[in-house]
C-alpha cells in the first residue's frame, strides 16, 4: 500500500512538470513534434501504474527514463540555462521517494551534461556573456545542485538503514515468537505429563476406594493443571496470539460447567449461587467453548474469592444479531468490590488485590485479563461495574453463530396450572441475594410465559391454593425444615413440591417431596415442570448417559510408562480392549502385527514424534489396504495446537490431563458408525 502510494504521487510529479513542459514548449515555439511525445509518454506511465504491468522495478526504471529524457529536452534550450537546476532539483527530490540511489547519480550526470553542452552552445553563439554575475549564479546552481544531491542520497540511506533495521527488530521477534511457541510446547508437555499421572493415578485410587486422600491430590492435580493453562492463556493474550477453535455446543453446557465448578469451589463463607439462563438462548450454538468455558471459571472463581459473605448471580441471555446472536454473560457479587483505578488496571494483566507474602487471597492475578484476551480475541467486549464495599458486576458479550435456533428451556404440551415461589426474604443476611432469587424467577417465568406467584408465609400458600391453580411449589432447604409435615401433606395430592437442597439433605421417610440439588436453575425446574414427580436425572441432560465403546481395539502410544498407565485403566472402564507401545517405532511395528481401530498417539517422543509416527501409519495402512483412526493424545495444548496436528492428519484432539467429556465426545466423532453409544458392535 506504501508502495503504491510513492507510486501515484511520483507520477502525480512528473505528469505536472510535463504539462507545464509542454506549455513551455508551445509557447517558446520549441520542436513541435514533442509535445505530442511528451503526452503520449504521460499516458503510457499512468497505463502502466493503473495495470501494474510490468513488474515495480521494471515500471521505476521506465518512469526514470521517461523522467531523463523530459528532464534533458527541457535543459538543452537556451532559454533554459539557470532553469535546468531547478528542474534537475525537482526530479531529484521527487525520485528519492522510490529510495534508489542510482537515480540520483544518474540525475546529477544528467545535470552536469546539460549544463556543459549550454556552456558550450553560449560560448558559440555569443547569446550569453560570462561576467562575474553570470559566473557566480552558474556556480550557486552547481552548489544548490549538489547539496540537493547529497541531502536526498543521505535521506534515502537513512531510510533504508531505518528499513533494514525493522526487518532484522520483525525477524528477531518472529524467532522470538517462535521460541516461545516452542518454549510454551515444551512447558506445557513437561508440566502437563506430570499432572496427567497425579490426576491419573489419583482416580485409579478413587475407584478402590482407599481413603479420602485421593480426592485431596486430584484436587490438587486439577488446581496445578488450571495454573498452568491460566499461564499459557496469559501469555498467548499478551503476546496476542491467541487461536480460536470453534464448535457445536449446547447452551446449557455452559451453565452446567458453572454449577459443577461451583460445587467444587472451596466455599468457606457458605455463598449462594443463583443462576439465571434465559430460556430463549438458543440451544446449540456454534463458537470456541473451551474459552467460554474459562471465561466463567475465571469469573466465577474471581467472584468466590472477593466475596466473604451473601451470594453470586450468573445470568446469561442472547441478543439476536445478523449473525447470529451476542451472548451476553454476567457475573455479579457482593463481595468487597473494585475501584475505578482497579478497574483499568485489570485490562493491563496480574491485577491482584492483595500482593504482600500474607495476602489472604489466593491465585496469581491472571483471570480477569484472560478474560478480557478471550472476549476481545472473539469480537467480544468486557465491561466492569463495581463499587468498594457492594460488590462487582462483570458483563462479557461475544458474538456466537447459532445452530438450533429452538429456545433452550422450554414446556411441553401437558404442562399446565400456576406456578408458586416460596422464599423467606428474612432468611438472607444481605438482602442482594434476595433480589438475585427473585429476578431469576421472574426472568424464567417470563421466558416460559407461565404464571409465577411469590409466598413468604404458610397462610400465604394457602391463599394462594384456594384462589389459583397452583401445581408445582419451589422452595429453599430452610424453608422446608421450618414445616416438613405441612409440604409432605400437600405434596400427597395434586401439588408437585420441589425442594433446592445441599448435599446430605433427606426429606421425611415417605415423603413424595422432590429434591433439586443446590443451587436452584432453570434446566431442573423445567424438568420437573415437565415431567412432575416422574423427572429423573435432573442435574442435567448431557450427562445423563454415559458412552461405552465395547471391544474397540486400541493403541496407546507414550513415551512416559505411567501415562500408559493412566490411559490403559480410563479407556479400559469404557469396554476397549488396550495395548501400549512406548514409541513411534514400536507403534509401527505392532500395528503390522495386529488390527487395531484406533491409536492414541502422543506427540512429543524421542527418535521419532508422534506427528511422524502417524504419517508412518497411515502410509502402512494405505500400503496394506486397512483403515485407521489416529487420536493424538497430547500434553501440548497452546492455542493452534489443535488445528496443527489436524492438519498434519490426526482424526481427532485429546489434551493431557484427559478430560473425560473431551474424550467422550472426540470418540464419539471419530469412530466409524458401527460403534454406537452403548457400545457394542452392530451385527
Known amino acids: 500500500m506504501k508502495q503504491r502510494k510513492t507510486e501515484n504521487f511520483i507520477l502525480l510529479l512528473v505528469s505536472l512538470g510535463c504539462i507545464g513542459m509542454t506549455v513551455e514548449s508551445v509557447l517558446m515555439g520549441w520542436e513541435f513534434w514533442v509535445p505530442p511525445l511528451i503526452i503520449l509518454g504521460t499516458i503510457l506511465i499512468w497505463v502502466m501504474n493503473i495495470s501494474s504491468w510490468p513488474d515495480y522495478e521494471i515500471r521505476t526504471v521506465a518512469y526514470l527514463i521517461y523522467a531523463m529524457l523530459a528532464v534533458f529536452f527541457h535543459g538543452v534550450h537556451e532559454t533554459s540555462f539557470f532553469d535546468a537546476a531547478l528542474v534537475a532539483v525537482l526530479a531529484m527530490v521527487g525520485y528519492s521517494l522510490f529510495d534508489h540511489v542510482y537515480m540520483m547519480n544518474l540525475f546529477l550526470l544528467e545535470y552536469w551534461i546539460i549544463m556543459f553542452i549550454q556552456i558550450m552552445l553560449a560560448h558559440d553563439t555569443g547569446h550569453t556573456t560570462f561576467d562575474a554575475l553570470t559566473v557566480s549564479r552558474i556556480l550557486l546552481d552547481l552548489a544548490i545542485v549538489a547539496l540537493v544531491f547529497f541531502c536526498c542520497v543521505k535521506s534515502i540511506d537513512d531510510r533504508l538503514e531505518v528499513r533494514e533495521t525493522e526487518n532484522e527488530l520483525r525477524e528477531r521477534i518472529e524467532n522470538t515468537d517462535a521460541d516461545m511457541e516452542d518454549f510454551l510446547s515444551n512447558i506445557s508437555h513437561e508440566l502437563r505429563t506430570p499432572v496427567n499421572v497425579v490426576n491419573g493415578m489419583s482416580d485409579l485410587l478413587i475407584k478402590k476406594n482407599v481413603g479420602s486422600e485421593p480426592y485431596s491430590i486430584k484436587d490438587a492435580g486439577i488446581r496445578l493443571a488450571y495454573q498452568i493453562e491460566d499461564i499459557q492463556d496469559y501469555t498467548e493474550c499478551k503476546r496476542k496470539k491467541v487461536l480460536l477453535d470453534e464448535d457445536d455446543y449446547m447452551s446449557t453446557s455452559l451453565i452446567n460447567d458453572v454449577v459443577t465448578s461451583f460445587r467444587m469451589l472451596e466455599n468457606n463463607a457458605d455463598l449462594g449461587l443463583v443462576v439465571d439462563l434465559n430460556p430463549a438462548v438458543p440451544t446449540r450454538m456454534r463458537g470456541d467453548v473451551r474459552k467460554l468455558h474459562k471465561i466463567f471459571r475465571h469469573l466465577l472463581e474471581n ?50 488485590v492483595n500482593k504482600k507474602r500474607n495476602r489472604s487471597s489466593g491465585g496469581i492475578g491472571l483471570g480477569l485479563f484472560i478474560v478480557y484476551g478471550f472476549a476481545h480475541r472473539m469480537g467480544g467486549f468486557v465491561k466492569i461495574e463495581s463499587r468498594r464495599s457492594y460488590g462487582t458486576t462483570i458483563r462479557v458479550t461475544v458474538p456466537q453463530k447459532v445452530v438450533d435456533e429452538s429456545p433452550c428451556l422450554s414446556l411441553s404440551g401437558a404442562f399446565k396450572g400456576d406456578i408458586l415461589f416460596h422464599v423467606r426474604s428474612d432468611k438472607y443476611k444481605v438482602p442482594r441475594v434476595r433480589d438475585f432469587y427473585r429476578a431469576m424467577a421472574a426472568d424464567l417465568a417470563i421466558g416460559l410465559r407461565v404464571p409465577l406467584y411469590s409466598a413468604e408465609t404458610i397462610r400465604e400458600i394457602e391463599n394462594l391454593i384456594e384462589k389459583q391453580n397452583v401445581t408445582y411449589i419451589f422452595m429453599g432447604q430452610e424453608e422446608y425444615e421450618e414445616n416438613p409435615e405441612y409440604f409432605d401433606k400437600l405434596s400427597e395430592g395434586d401439588i408437585v413440591v420441589a425442594v433446592s437442597a445441599g448435599t446430605g439433605f433427606k426429606t421425611n421417610p415417605g415423603s413424595k417431596v422432590m429434591m433439586m ?76 502385527g495386529s488390527d487395531y481401530d484406533l491409536v492414541f498417539m502422543d506427540h512429543m517422543m524421542p527418535e521419532m514424534d508422534g506427528v511422524e509416527a502417524m504419517k508412518e501409519l497411515r502410509r502402512v495402512a494405505e500400503a496394506e489396504n486397512r483403515t485407521i483412526v489416529i487420536v493424538v493424545l497430547t500434553a501440548n495444548v497452546v492455542s493452534g495446537a489443535r488445528e496443527m496436528f489436524m492438519r498434519e492428519g490426526f482424526d481427532g484432539f485429546i489434551a493431557k490431563p484427559i478430560n473425560t467429556a473431551d474424550f467422550e465426545r472426540v470418540l464419539l466423532q471419530v469412530l466409524p458408525g458401527s460403534w454406537t453409544e452403548q457400545g457394542g458392535e452392530n451385527a
Open 517 to 592: 440439588p443446590k443451587p436452584l436453575y432453570g434446566y431442573p425446574a423445567v424438568k420437573i415442570l415437565n415431567e412432575g414427580r416422574n423427572a429423573r436425572n435432573i442435574e442435567f441432560a448431557d450427562s445423563a448417559v454415559r458412552p461405552v465403546f465395547n471391544g474397540v481395539r486400541a493403541l496407546i502410544v507414550d513415551d512416559e510408562p505411567m501415562n500408559l498407565v493412566v490411559a490403559s485403566s480410563l479407556f479400559s472402564g469404557y469396554g476397549m480392549i488396550t495395548e501400549t507401545a512406548d514409541s513411534g517405532k514400536e507403534a509401527i511395528k505392532k500395528f503390522r
Open 303 to 352: 467472584a468466590v474469592k472477593f466475596t466473604k459473605r451473601g451470594g453470586i448471580y450468573v445470568k446469561m441471555y442472547t441478543e439476536n444479531k445478523d449473525y447470529g446472536v451476542n451472548l451476553c454473560i454476567e457475573m455479579t457479587d457482593t463481595g468487597i468490590g473494585m475501584d475505578r483505578k482497579a478497574i483499568e488496571a485489570v485490562s493491563e494483566g496480574m491485577y491482584q
